[in-house]
């Protein structure tokens, strides 16, 4: 298997990587190009099978938008603009599968460390499994520590109808929970169905703090469908 991959350079024409059990190739993208990152996830994984994990760039990573994300599931890695790095070597995706073992120097020793800092993890995290990132929406209101008005706004003071937007509230719109992979956390969630103005479809991914922060106190918005609704659509 691979620790990393590095791409220099750039593809005369799009194409995506793919590895299947180690053996890496560089395949055409034309179909896909121009796809949106769902779409491209659902292609690939018709082509190459269900079990291919995908990692992919949108119409805005083709068009080198400073602010295009890499995305995987709907989870998105928006941070430095990566999805224009991708974009500007032409490359669409990169999709991987395989059953081989990741190798341990001493895997009996790996287990038992495992065992014990999940152990200690366990008993820090009350806030962090049940509720998830959003579990900091109110505490950063109430302490100022989330943003408001762009940050020339204080908290409660000019954000005070803030609780719509509560852990508690996100915990009572939420379908089901999940993990990331091998997370022994599980903070993630799937919304329900939303039914008022902003409607969206059930399986929706619950908002991040930084979502509803962004989204929700920066703008003085305490509608939490609206939130849900504009991070699914950057999802």
């Known amino acids: 298997g691979y620790d990393g991959v590095f791409f220099t350079g750039m593809a005369a024409k799009p ?23 769902r779409q491209t996830e659902e292609i690939l994984k018709s082509e190459l099978g269900k079990d291919v994990e995908v990692a992919c760039i949108g119409p805005s990573g083709e068009k080198l938008s400073h602010i295009a994300a890499v995305l995987s599931k709907n989870r998105t890695a928006a941070r430095s603009g990566l999805g224009a790095v991708m974009g500007s070597k032409k490359l669409k995706a990169v999709a991987v599968k395989g059953k081989m073992k990741v190798p341990l120097a001493d895997e009996e020793k790996t287990k038992e460390l495992r065992k014990k800092w999940q152990a200690e993890l ?93 989204f929700g106190t920066n703008c003085l918005n305490n509608n939490l469908e609206s939130i849900i609704k504009a991070g699914d659509i950057c999802d």
Not at 15 to 37: P, Q, S
Not at 172 to 193: L, N, V
Not at 194 to 200: A, F, I, P, S
């Open 122 to 214: 366990g008993g820090h995290i009350v806030w962090l499994k049940p509720f998830g990132t959003p579990f900091l929406v109110d505490i950063g209101v109430q302490s100022g520590d989330s943003p408001v008005r762009n940050w020339t706004g204080v908290g409660v003071i000019d954000f005070p109808d803030f609780q719509p937007l509560a852990k508690e509230a996100v915990i009572e719109r939420t379908d089901k929970k999940f993990a990331c992979y091998m997370c022994p956390i599980g903070c993630g969630g799937y919304m329900k169905a939303g039914t008022g103005e902003y409607k969206y479809a059930a399986g929706a991914r619950r908002p991040e703090y930084e979502t509803t922060a962004m």
């Open 15 to 37: 194409v995506y990587l793919f590895i299947n059990n180690g053996k890496a190739e560089l395949r055409d993208a034309a179909h896909i190009w121009g796809k949106d990152t």
